[in-house]
């Protein structure tokens, strides 16, 4: 990249790191082509992109950002990294990343911000088995739910034998 493509690269990712509602910082080292690829189809599913950024890069538009600092340590970012930024629900990138990551043993999580906390790698793998926020959310309304529908097979218990009786005495 020349010098004017890093400005304007950099200016651009700053934007997305400043709208995205999760920003996860992995390390794809190892990882073919076709793994990426695929990676990367299964985020955009879930409204989330992996972008493959130099470390010097992402220090700077994390700077200009104002993202935590212990994501943009000088020890975090070493190595072959990749980020990955959620602009809808932000845990459903972790779940697609954590399912990949134990049928394919990469990539690795190393830090990252979930609407604006910071985590760290085990914060993650923890946030990775978690349930979509869809999910979450039926199983609150599904409790919530529970006691009316054993009302309601109570209450229409009672009634079905309130008209078996009524229909035994009418027989009789």
Known sequence: MIKEDKKIFVENLTKEL???????????????????????????????????????????AGEEAKIDAGVMKDEVLVGQNALVIANGDPIAPLSVLGQF???FEIPHFRVGVVEGTFQDEASLIRL??????DA??????????????????TLGGNLGKL????DQKAKS
């Open 18 to 60: 400043k709208t995205a509602k999760s920003i996860v910082l992995v390390n794809y080292s190892g990882m073919g082509v076709k793994a990426q690829q695929d990676l990367k189809a299964k985020l955009k599913a879930v409204d989330a992109k992996m972008v493959v950024v130099k470390n010097t890069l992402l220090k700077r």
């Open 101 to 103: 990551a134990k049928e």
């Open 128 to 133: 990775s088995n978690l349930p979509g926020k």
């Open 136 to 153: 979450l959310l039926s199983q609150v309304l599904g409790s919530l739910m529970s006691p009316l529908y054993a009302l309601t097979g």
């Open 163 to 166: 008209v078996y009786i009524l």
